[in-house]
């Protein structure tokens, strides 16, 4: 989907790993006139930078996402915590001031998730499977999530789910 990146094959499938495409040397015939300017990198969020600082887990395939974060936001939204985590692909999961949401912008697929804190009755993180949960129903064994994806670092998990229980501030809201 994007011609400026190499999407790497594992000899099974094509991963979720990728890396800037090289450019192509310049001929020795054809001579440019005036050398290209690189595009100027926009600086990253301060509220993303200050949550990346906390992540303890490894970002390895999620660092897209989080670059393409910002343009997921809404006005005045800010990112409290974030870690990576697997739905149907890698991706990153955050915590903002206003909802939880998943995001994985895979080559084929993209899958955005997402539940605002004022329909938010229940999160939960299974230590066991590894599955974060968020719940707009009252939990019970019959209930199904709104979503749900893996986040294989426990501290993370825990760090959102703080978050989570800290931008809710609702009594409804039940961390488990």
Known sequence: ???????????????????????PAPSAVERPRQAPQPAPVPAMRPDIVAALQNVRGVLV????????????LRPEEQVLALTAAQGEGQGVLACTNRRLLFLFVGVVRRQFLEVDWNRTKHIFYSQ???????????????????????VNNLNDANAIAHAAQSAAAAPRLDVV
Do not use: C, I, Q
């Not at 974060?132 to 064994?141: D, G, H, L, N």
């Not at 019959?142 to 994806?149: G, K, M, S």
């Open 61 to 72: 395939g999620s660092m897209k996402e989080v670059n393409l974060l910002p343009g997921y």
């Open 1 to 23: 989907m994007d011609d400026a990146l190499l999407r790497y094959w594992d000899g099974h499938r094509w991963t979720f790993h990728t890396a800037v495409r090289p450019a």
């Open 128 to 150: 066991s499977t590894k599955t974060f949960s968020v719940y707009t129903t009252k939990f019970s064994k019959r209930a199904v999530p709104a979503f749900t994806v893996r």
